[in-house]
């Protein structure tokens, strides 16, 4: 427009009112949306023996100044630290660990514990004052979400919010692996890291007053684990911090590890590396979106993710081209394609499936779709934020199509065709 | 708390850190908005698209330099591009003569509202803005111009270690 964008008023009633429609938008998407999670009410607190006025708090049903930051006591205590297992309270004992898994079946973790489990064993309400888990035991999201649990990874992230303030305490945890080494080097590169004396070897790293990062190697796993807040750490955080990264070692080292996942063998068919180079097509994409800007080779679509954990663990294909053309009237059109593969991760697409088709993820934005060569497909498109996601079921294996960019009815052909054109070619 | 942080608990599916970049850069964004739309609607929701783009987008989104802004400014001309794209062929008939992409002149006269919003970042993310909103690179090609890619040689070299060692211990099972 020609005239001045507004000011003063003008313009704080127009932020008000976009942000109210951007929050509530947010709101919906949040439950239907692949890739989002969802908050578990996680009741800690009868199991660890707290009275009814702290498991109210605990709970989130008592206002509370310090709800969703580290606390310096448990709210049951008055002095003494709390103890990993209450003689009071029965703990679960975690089952034996099978000698194998079941090929192609739906992966444990290499620790043979939940994230409930974990939480309560190493009394997690000592830091966290309500913890929600923030996605459902085994249920995935991605195929990279897949691709870490079929390689053993146990990732539990807690989260505890008020309205104004939240934190986050997460590990990923998974056998130790030469790549520790590093992770643990990096956190004392220039003595930033702090030796934490823990398990048989740790060392944490806080980049600012918000956030902590450990690396824990304590009887063959390897424990990465981040902490962050919305208020600066006050004094004793970081002590907080470590005392649950402790209890946590101490949970995890007599465990005996599970035996690791086997892919069925049509998922073979996907060479499992990971590396974009390797994943060719039929037709080039430029040709079904009439788009020479998008000829241009695979690229790694993400980072190497959360931590040095992750990024050994995961090797799934996660590959990106995007590119800039004009339609005919000169207009810049910007479109992404991404494709991502988790080879042997049909437990994960079926899991997923479930809960978008018929579980609390259910819209009637999915749609069922045909995919020559796959066995089932689930298309999502979002208009209002050029989105659009293709989950399909191939060889055992769970593919995902994204496609961002202007979307009409003809972006749906388009991305099958390209589904379509990766699994010919493979 | 960093732009990183706020994106990362966005990514958590927390409203308010969602809400906390709005507040942080809603501003500039719509003032962006304003001098490539043609009306205060078309305004409103090419921002409103851009947060919830932001929101959709958090989970893997990782910036290569310290703010979001210049992210949010290149999301914000694509939804503008995309609606002046639509709104161009549902009224093929009667095409404003403004419909054509802007060149390098008009692309900085279309910074005109946000020019001190991004002279005052650092150099790196000034450099994205004038690549992406003045010479219509992308983000990503953005930064890969200017050396900010995430090394995927690193990625490679940990999950080459990682099979290794899952190998040995496979072997011992």
């Known amino acids: 427009m020609n005239t001045e964008p507004p000011t003063g008023d003008d313009l704080t009633r127009m932020l008000v009112s976009m942000k109210k429609d951007v929050l509530e938008r947010a709101a919906d998407t949040t439950r239907r949306r692949p890739g989002r999670r969802f908050g578990i009410a996680f009741g800690l607190v009868a199991l660890i023996g707290l009275g009814s006025a702290g498991g109210a708090v605990a709970m989130g049903f008592v206002p509370s100044p310090f709800e969703g930051l580290a606390q310096p006591e448990p709210s049951a ?44 064993e190493s009394s997690l309400t000592s830091l966290l004052r309500a913890p929600e888990l923030a996605q459902e035991e085994g249920l995935v999201f991605t195929p990279r979400d897949a691709s870490l649990r079929q390689n053993g990874v146990q990732t539990c992230q807690w989260t505890s919010s008020s309205e104004a303030d939240f934190a986050v305490f997460e590990v990923d945890i998974s056998l130790d692996d030469p790549a520790s080494a590093d992770a643990l080097a990096a956190k004392r590169e220039g003595g930033a890291g702090a030796d934490l004396g823990l398990g048989d070897d740790s060392a944490l790293a806080c980049g600012d ?21 919305s208020q600066e750490f006050g004094g004793d955080t970081t002590d907080l911090v470590v005392a649950q990264l402790g209890r946590i070692a101490d949970v995890v080292r007599p465990l005996e590890a599970r035996a690791p996942w086997a892919a069925d063998a049509a998922s073979r068919r996907w060479v499992a590396t990971g590396d974009c180079s390797t994943l060719d097509l039929v037709t080039p994409l430029g040709t079904i979106f009439a788009d020479p800007s998008l000829d241009a080779s695979w690229s790694e679509a993400t980072s190497d993710g959360r931590n040095a954990l992750v990024a050994a663990a995961s090797d799934e294909y996660d590959c990106r081209s995007e590119g800039t053309t004009q339609d005919d009237d000169g207009l810049p059109i910007y479109t992404s394609i991404q494709v991502n593969v988790s080879a042997g991760a049909r437990w994960g697409y079926e899991r997923f499936r479930e809960y978008a088709v018929a579980g609390p993820g259910a819209s009637d934005g999915f749609t069922t779709v045909t995919v020559t060569g796959a066995e089932d497909g689930l298309l999502q498109c979002d208009g209002m934020s050029s989105i ?37 070619a493979r | 708390m960093s732009d990183a942080d706020l994106i990362k608990r966005a990514a958590t599916g927390s409203r308010q850190a969602l809400s906390a970049l709005f507040d942080r850069y809603a501003t500039t964004v719509t003032r962006y908005a304003w001098a490539l739309a043609p009306s205060r609607m078309d305004v409103e929701e090419i921002v409103q698209d851009t947060f919830v783009t932001l929101w959709k987008k958090s989970n893997g989104l990782t910036l290569p330099t310290d703010s979001l802004l210049p992210w949010l400014l290149v999301v ?12 161009a062929l549902a009224a093929a008939d009667a095409l404003p003569d403004d419909l054509v992409a802007p060149d390098g002149a008009e692309a900085r006269e279309m910074l005109r509202f946000v020019r001190e919003a991004i002279d005052a970042l650092s150099p790196d993310d000034r450099a994205i803005c004038e690549l992406c909103l003045i010479e219509g690179l992308s983000y990503r090609e953005a930064a890969d111009r200017l050396g900010m890619t995430v090394g995927a040689v690193t990625k490679r070299v940990s999950r080459t270690r990682s099979r290794l060692r899952k190998a040995v211990t496979h072997d011992e099972h």
């Open chain 1, 77 to 120: 205590s008055v002095s003494a630290p709390p103890a990993p297992t209450p003689t009071a309270t029965p703990t679960p004992e975690p089952s034996a660990p099978p000698s194998t898994q079941p090929v192609g079946g739906t992966p444990q973790p290499y620790l043979p514990m939940d994230c409930a489990t974990l939480a309560t």
């Open chain 1, 209 to 229: 007053a918000l956030r902590c990062a450990a690396t824990v190697v304590v009887g063959g796993y390897w424990i990465e684990a981040g902490y962050e807040q």
């Open chain 1, 388 to 424: 659009c996601y293709l989950d399909v079921l191939v060889d055992d294996s769970w593919m995902r199509v994204i496609y961002e960019g202007p979307v009409d009815a003809g972006q749906a052909p388009r991305l099958v065709q390209v589904a379509e054109s990766v699994i010919a």
């Open chain 2, 76 to 87: 914000c001309r694509n939804h503008a591009a995309n609606q002046r794209r639509k709104l």
